[in-house]
């Protein structure tokens, strides 16, 4: 019986430049942190170490302002707390942004540098840090504001099946705005659009990438312990945004956009 070669798709990079299936987009996410991880993890661990000095200013002047009896807790809720959160909002953003930068090469086998993933990122860093908020506003916004308005948290379980809609729905927006470099409104816009008649698949790659970093996060406290301790964060930060950022080429790649 004859035997016909098919050609097979290229494959450059992590995954082959094809339309991909949920499994082969989780495996590219573990392939870039195979073949580009430490740079990653540099990049990302300095640029948090650059944002570091005013949030040690700011805690330094908090602490100090704390030991005063009258206004130390309101130091610590006005000052302490939203420096934290917007620390953490910042690490969020300063992740995706170098996944996004990151992708181009991953995706085209290129090599990269930190410094070079640092000077492609820096400048989308403002409009991920607005979209991340825009969508924690469009998902959590309703929930917080009905809590604040005193209702109990039972009352608002009808929520979660529509917040769980809108945070996969928007899931590719921080992509958008780093890869495609749109402002956070447009961001929103293009992830709604890649992913409306996808929503089942982007769940399938989503959901089980922030399961999967969990795990591996865990994992690697427990084999490296104070090391692993430093990694894990980073695990948390940038395996699902490289799952959703491959989702997006591939979205991309579905509706006839080239992924370069």
């Not at 300063?94 to 410094?115: C, D, F, M, N």
């Not at 825009?134 to 529509?162: C, D, K, T």
């Not at 890649?194 to 427990?222: D, I, K, M, S």
């Amino acid at each position: 019986m004859a035997q016909y070669w098919m050609p097979q798709p290229p494959r450059a990079g992590v995954v082959p430049l094809r339309p991909l299936r949920p499994g082969e987009i989780l495996g590219g996410a573990f392939a870039t942190l195979g073949r580009y991880g430490g740079r990653l993890l540099g990049a990302l661990l300095l640029g948090q170490a650059a944002a570091l000095l005013p949030v040690a200013v700011i805690a330094g002047a908090a602490t100090l302002a704390s030991l005063s009896r009258s206004a130390g807790s309101r130091v610590f809720v006005y000052a302490l707390l939203p420096t934290a959160a917007l620390f953490l909002l910042f690490g969020c953003a300063l992740a995706a942004a170098l996944v996004s930068a990151l992708l181009r090469p991953a995706v085209l086998g290129r090599p990269v540098s930190v410094p070079g993933l640092l000077r492609a990122a820096a400048p989308r860093v403002p409009a991920v840090f607005g979209t991340q908020l825009l969508v924690l506003l469009a998902v959590a916004g309703p929930a917080a504001a009905l809590l604040a308005a005193g209702l109990p948290a039972a009352a608002l379980l009808p929520l979660v099946p529509v917040a769980l809609w809108l945070g996969v729905l928007l899931a590719l927006a921080p992509t958008a705005a780093g890869y495609e470099g749109l402002g956070p409104a447009a961001a929103v816009r293009r992830s709604a659009r890649l992913v409306r008649g996808a929503w089942w698949r982007t769940f399938a790659v989503t959901v089980p990438a922030g399961v999967l970093a969990a795990g591996a996060a865990a994992a690697v406290v427990l084999w490296l312990g104070a090391l692993g301790a430093l990694i894990a964060p980073a695990l948390l930060l940038t395996l699902p945004q490289l799952a959703a950022g491959l989702h997006h080429v591939d979205r991309r790649l579905r509706h006839g956009i080239s992924p370069a």
